[in-house]
């Protein structure tokens, strides 16, 4: 602590993007200054990338805050964070930086605004190591409106590597409290389904051969349940570039999403692409949790900020979900536990994460 500023070392654990986006948020939800040393240090090219830079940009703007060290490429930041505020935010990477991560680090700290928000987010909507847009509509915001809010999310232009230029539109009212989440009922599988998109310069035929290819790998394990991937073709009007992925969702007789997705790029087959997703899928729903590896560690920043005990059964817990974890009993009160699930059958790799949450009260409403 200098003075009461917290110090965060960005170069633990993960060492990547995401404990600047959870001590961040929490830093401008908490009202606690902060500095974060040695920004990326886990990555190859450490410091801030233009996507991390305008994650802080917005946070910086939603709080009227002072952000110092803001410039591609630093490894130390210093921030103080003001009073939330509604309105319109707009955030662009300028690249294609994903959405989904500006979207991730915004909407904790909008949720405790005084006003209605309307954030516009711009760069990649589909973009390598970070939720495409479809899995944040598909399934993310499913299970996050549990914890009593909801969100819209209007997808104007879909944009690729290596340009970005997408747009999404998120709106969202402040809420008073959030409350805890309990999924620990996994439930039986009921349907599967999902997209396989092409965009820009390819054909439909690559969506129709990843959605294919997808189809006959989930069916060497699931032999009786109708299995819906539409191949689609992104309208011009609304795709920026060329891209191409594909997303399957399981969805499950308690209400449970978990998914399995992959993105298309030069010289991959598309075969593969599609394998690739139906692969994650399977190996997401063999663990037996009600979460898949992607959205657990999503679901820990609003699991601290809830008034209560939160519990979820998930698979084996990821070096981001034990990041989060981390930083997120580091700056709140929450507290949380991860215990090996008992009941399964021993052959299952499934822990329950609880969270006794620092019931954060919005004090503008």
């Known amino acids: 602590m200098d003075g009461d500023r917290v110090e965060i070392d960005g170069g633990i654990m993960e060492g990547g993007g995401q404990i600047l986006r959870v001590s961040t948020a929490l ?15 886990g990555r190859s090219q450490p410091g801030l990338r233009p996507q991390h830079l305008s994650g802080l940009e917005i ?48 909407m904790p700290c909008v949720l405790f605004a005084a006003s209605p928000s309307e954030l516009h987010l711009k760069g990649g909507t589909n973009a390598e190591m970070a939720p495409q847009i479809d899995y944040t509509v598909m399934v993310f915001k499913p299970i996050v409106e549990k914890f009593n809010f909801t969100f819209n999310c209007d997808i104007k232009k879909r944009g690729y590597y290596p340009q970005g230029g997408g747009e999404v539109v998120v709106q969202m009212s402040p809420v008073k409290e959030l409350t805890p989440i309990n999924l620990t009922e996994r439930g ?19 969506a129709k051969d990843m959605s294919a290819a997808a189809v006959r790998c989930i069916r060497k394990e699931i032999r009786d349940l109708y299995i819906n991937i539409q191949p689609v073709r992104e309208p011009d009007d609304q795709a920026f570039g060329t891209g191409s992925g594909i997303i399957i969702v399981a969805e499950t007789s308690t209400g449970c999403l978990l998914a399995g997705s992959s993105l298309g790029k030069r010289g991959k087959n598309s075969d593969k692409v599609g394998i690739e997703a139906a692969e994650i899928l399977l190996r997401n729903l063999k663990h037996g949790g009600t ?30 979900t034990q990041t989060a974890i981390h930083f997120a009993e580091q700056l709140t009160k929450a507290k949380f536990t991860v215990t090996k699930s008992e009941e399964e059958d021993p052959s299952k790799d499934t822990y329950i994460i609880e969270c006794q949450g620092m019931g954060m009260v919005n004090p503008n409403l």
């Open 27 to 41: 830093s401008c939800l908490l009202g606690l200054p902060l500095r974060v040393r040695r920004i990326r240090a």
């Open 188 to 206: 039986t599988v009921t349907k599967i389904y999902g997209r396989a998109f092409v965009a820009g310069a390819l054909p439909i035929k690559l």
């Open 291 to 320: 979460v898949d590896d992607s959205l657990q560690d999503q679901l820990i920043i609003f699991m601290a900020l809830a008034k209560g005990m939160s519990r979820v059964k998930s698979g084996p817990i990821t070096l981001h």
């Open 59 to 106: 946070i910086r703007d939603l709080c009227e805050g002072k952000l110092e060290g803001g410039e591609i490429g630093s490894t130390e930041i210093t921030f103080t964070p003001g009073k939330i505020r509604g309105g319109t935010h707009i955030a662009d990477t300028k690249t294609a930086g994903s959405v989904c991560l500006l979207m991730q680090v915004a």
